[in-house]
C-alpha cells in the first residue's frame, strides 16, 4: 500500500482519501502486529483491515464523495451524465464485497472447525466479483446514458 501511494502521489501530488486511509490502517497494522501484539492472527488482521475499508467506504457514500471517483481521470469526467452515481454505485459494490469478506472473517474467527481456506475462497470470489464489476459497470453505464439521451432533428 505504502509503495503504490507513494507512486501515485509522485505522479499526481494529492493524496486522495482511500490512500491516505490505507497508508494509516497498514501502517497501524504493522506497528500493532511488530510491537503491541507480535503473535496477532491473520485472520484478525484482516477483520480490522476489513472493518476499516468498510468503515470509509461508508462514510464516503455518506458524504457525496464516492471513493472511486477520485481515481477516475479528470477528462473523462464529462463524458455521461451518470458519472457520479456510477462511482457511488462501484463504492457502494466494494463496500458490499469487504462487508462480506469481514463476515467471513468472523464466522471462521468465532468457530475453529470452519476451514480458513474455505474463507479465503469466499473472499477471493467476492474480490473477484467486485473487479468485474467496477470494470464493466461504467461502459454500462455510459452507454445507457449515451442512448437515453434524446436526440433532435433540424429539419422541418
Not at 497494522?29 to 470509509?56: C, I, K, Q, S, Y
Not at 477528462?75 to 455521461?80: K, P, T, W
Not at 461504467?138 to 442512448?147: E, N, Q
Given at each position: 500500500?505504502?509503495?503504490?501511494?507513494?507512486?501515485?502521489?509522485?505522479?499526481t501530488p494529492r493524496l486522495r482519501a482511500?490512500?491516505?486511509?490505507?497508508?494509516?490502517?497498514?501502517?497501524?497494522?504493522?506497528?500493532?502486529?511488530?510491537?503491541?501484539?507480535?503473535?496477532?492472527?491473520?485472520?484478525t488482521a484482516r477483520?480490522?483491515?476489513?472493518?476499516?475499508?468498510?468503515?470509509l467506504a461508508l462514510v464516503s457514500i455518506g458524504r457525496s464523495r464516492p471513493l472511486s471517483l477520485a481515481y477516475h481521470h479528470k477528462g473523462a469526467r464529462r463524458r455521461f451524465a451518470g458519472l457520479w452515481r456510477s462511482h457511488l454505485l462501484i463504492t457502494a459494490a466494494w463496500a458490499l464485497a469487504v462487508l462480506m469478506m469481514g463476515v467471513a472473517d468472523a464466522?471462521?474467527?468465532?468457530?475453529?472447525?470452519i476451514s480458513i481456506s474455505g474463507d479465503f475462497a469466499f473472499g477471493?470470489?467476492?474480490?473477484?466479483?467486485?473487479?468485474?464489476?467496477t470494470l464493466r459497470f461504467p461502459r454500462r453505464a455510459a452507454g445507457h446514458a449515451c442512448r437515453?439521451?434524446?436526440t433532435y432533428s433540424t429539419s422541418g
Amino acid at each position: 500500500a505504502f509503495v503504490i501511494t507513494i507512486r501515485d502521489f509522485v505522479e499526481t501530488p494529492r493524496l486522495r482519501a482511500l490512500d491516505g486511509a490505507n497508508l494509516l490502517i497498514f501502517g497501524g497494522l504493522a506497528l500493532v502486529g511488530g510491537f503491541l501484539v507480535p503473535n496477532l492472527r491473520l485472520l484478525t488482521a484482516r477483520l480490522a483491515v476489513e472493518a476499516a475499508l468498510f468503515g470509509l467506504a461508508l462514510v464516503s457514500i455518506g458524504r457525496s464523495r464516492p471513493l472511486s471517483l477520485a481515481y477516475h481521470h479528470k477528462g473523462a469526467r464529462r463524458r455521461f451524465a451518470g458519472l457520479w452515481r456510477s462511482h457511488l454505485l462501484i463504492t457502494a459494490a466494494w463496500a458490499l464485497a469487504v462487508l462480506m469478506m469481514g463476515v467471513a472473517d468472523a464466522v471462521t474467527l468465532s468457530d475453529p472447525n470452519i476451514s480458513i481456506s474455505g474463507d479465503f475462497a469466499f473472499g477471493l470470489a467476492a474480490l473477484g466479483a467486485v473487479i468485474v464489476f467496477t470494470l464493466r459497470f461504467p461502459r454500462r453505464a455510459a452507454g445507457h446514458a449515451c442512448r437515453d439521451r434524446p436526440t433532435y432533428s433540424t429539419s422541418g
